[in-house]
């Protein structure tokens, strides 16, 4: 059974919609994080919890704030610099997608693929509803693009 190709259209460029959105988050969060450079990192993260009602002083939180405290200049642009490629390569897989470019699906079926043993593992030990619904998006991701890479190569086989 085969996609029509105005639906693999629509279908790649709602995944490029998400992939996009994804790249510009990154990209968001990397400017704040760049942003909060001269700050002290453990008063900010202890007023954002208090102010979104989190007890800072329960073992988890704490752990989290004093790993925020741990954080140093040189952390910082670590995570920026990460933060940056991971936006880019999510911009770049966007604009390959909405373009129909070949190379483009094959970077997304693999990127999608990569992250599901990590999601699989997340899941069987903190398993929840969030964590199953990303899986089964990223694994209705991976078939879509892996049947739209199927057909694409049986339209090129016909052509020859």
């Keep these: ?9 629509l279908g790649l460029r709602c995944i490029a919609l998400f ?3 994804k790249g510009l ?11 909060l450079r001269h700050t002290d990192l453990q008063a900010v993260t ?3 919890l208090l102010r979104h009602g989190i007890d800072p002083d329960r073992h988890h939180t704490r752990l989290f704030i004093e790993s925020v405290a741990n954080a140093t200049k040189h952390n910082l642009r670590e ?3 990460v933060g940056f490629a991971y ?3 999510r911009l770049v897989e966007g604009y390959g997608l909405w ?3 070949h190379w483009a699906e094959w970077f997304a079926v693999i990127s999608a693929g990569l992250y599901l043993p990590l999601e699989f593992q997340h899941f069987a030990h903190h398993a929840s509803l969030l964590s199953m619904g990303v899986i089964f998006f990223n694994v209705v991701i991976v078939l879509f693009l892996a049947r739209v890479l199927n057909q694409n190569r049986a339209e090129r086989r016909l052509r020859r």
């Design 87 to 89: 936006a880019l390569i």
């Design 46 to 48: 202890v007023a954002f």
């Design 79 to 81: 995570i920026a610099a």
């Design 25 to 35: 988050l990154a990209l968001t969060a990397t400017f704040g994080i760049i942003s």
């Design 19 to 21: 992939e996009t959105a």
């Design 99 to 101: 373009q129909g470019k």
């Design 1 to 9: 059974m085969q996609a029509s190709p105005s639906r693999q259209l």
